[in-house]
C-alpha cells in the first residue's frame, strides 16, 4: 500500500494466474478482510498488464469504503472481478488522441501510458490534460512527466482550479 496524498495506491500480486486486461479497463475488487467490507467496489487499472506482473488500483480517500483501505495489512486476499469497459487507446488510426481526465479519472490514463511505453515501436501520439483542484490531488504526476521526457509522442498538460 502505497500513499498518494489524497489516494492510496494497492499493487495487487495474482496468485493462480496473471490477470490480462487492456488499458482504460477496470474491474470489481472484493478484499477478503475481517477489517473492511466484503461488497466489491469498481476500480480502474493504473497499470498495464503488458508490463508488470502486479496489477496497481489508486482509491480516493474520502468514502465510507475508500477510509477503511490503511486497515488492510499486506497478504489480506482480495477478488477480482474483470474486467469490463471498453475505455482504450486508440493505437490503430495513426490519429492523435487527446484525452482529458480529472482527479482520480486519472487512474485508467496512468495504465494507457504504462501500455505505450510496454508496447515497442508504438508512435502513438497523446496529448493528456490533466485538471485538478488541488497540487495535492495530482497523483501520478512525476510518472507521466517521464514518460514525456521519454516519449516523444506523449504529452501531458497539468492544470491545477486552485491553490492551498
Not at 500480486?13 to 466484503?38: C, N, W
Not at 497478504?75 to 488522441?97: A, C, H, I, Q, W
Not at 495535492?136 to 514518460?147: R, S, V
Amino acid at each position: 500500500m502505497k500513499s498518494h496524498g489524497t489516494a492510496t495506491e494497492l499493487a495487487l500480486t495474482p496468485v493462480d494466474k496473471k490477470i490480462a486486461y487492456t488499458a482504460g479497463q477496470f474491474a470489481f475488487l472484493r478484499f477478503e478482510s475481517e477489517q473492511i467490507s466484503s461488497e466489491p467496489h469498481p476500480f480502474s487499472f493504473a497499470s498495464s498488464s503488458k508490463s508488470r506482473e502486479t496489477v496497481r488500483v489508486i482509491m480516493k480517500h474520502g468514502g465510507d469504503f475508500t477510509d477503511t483501505l490503511p486497515r488492510l495489512h499486506i497478504g489480506d486476499r482480495v477478488r477480482l472481478e474483470g474486467p469490463y469497459g471498453k475505455f482504450t487507446l486508440d493505437t490503430r488510426s495513426g490519429l492523435k488522441n487527446i484525452r482529458i481526465a480529472g482527479g482520480i479519472g486519472i487512474t485508467p490514463f496512468m495504465a494507457m501510458a504504462d501500455e505505450l511505453v510496454a508496447t515497442p515501436g508504438s508512435h502513438t501520439a497523446v496529448d493528456l490534460y490533466y485538471l485538478v483542484r488541488t497540487p495535492d490531488d495530482l497523483i501520478g504526476l512525476p510518472y507521466f512527466q517521464e514518460i514525456a521526457d521519454t516519449y516523444p509522442s506523449f504529452r501531458v498538460v497539468p492544470r491545477v482550479s486552485t491553490t492551498q
